[in-house]
Nanobody, 127 residues
């Protein structure tokens, strides 16, 4: 059974930074692309970023390009999301999940491509 645990969220002022981590178990980590999603109150869950199994191909939604960086350490079964220049609109619960395949593909932002969702970590950005 795939399990993921997110950490690193918190309260930060606009312009600040946070680094989220996600540790996965119950799967062969380097067989899977990994993704970050977020969900703000009253909004649908949206895909934020995805990285292929080897960490060489990254995808981002437009609103975070240039501010967020996704990375992974396959030796540690861990996924990261470095978030810089945070904005109040980044406030959300952030989730990581294992993609069903090794590559993100063109549908990387669709939740149905993933399994093994964690409980999430809250990110709150104050203005």
């Amino acid at each position: 059974q795939v399990q993921v645990v997110e950490s690193g969220g918190g309260l930060v002022q606009a312009g600040g930074s946070l680094r989220l981590s996600c540790t996965a178990s119950g799967l062969r980590f380097d067989d899977h692309a990994m993704g970050w999603f977020r969900q703000a109150p009253g909004k649908e869950r949206e895909g934020v970023s995805c990285v292929d199994w080897i960490g060489s191909n990254e995808h981002y939604i437009e609103s975070v390009k240039g501010r967020f960086t996704i990375s992974r350490d396959n030796a540690k079964n861990t996924l990261y999301l470095q978030m810089n220049s945070l904005k109040p609109e980044d406030t959300a619960m952030y989730y990581c999940a294992a993609h069903n395949g090794p590559y993100c593909g063109t549908t990387w932002s669709r939740a149905y491509e993933y399994s093994g969702w964690g409980q999430g970590t809250q990110v709150t950005v104050s203005s």
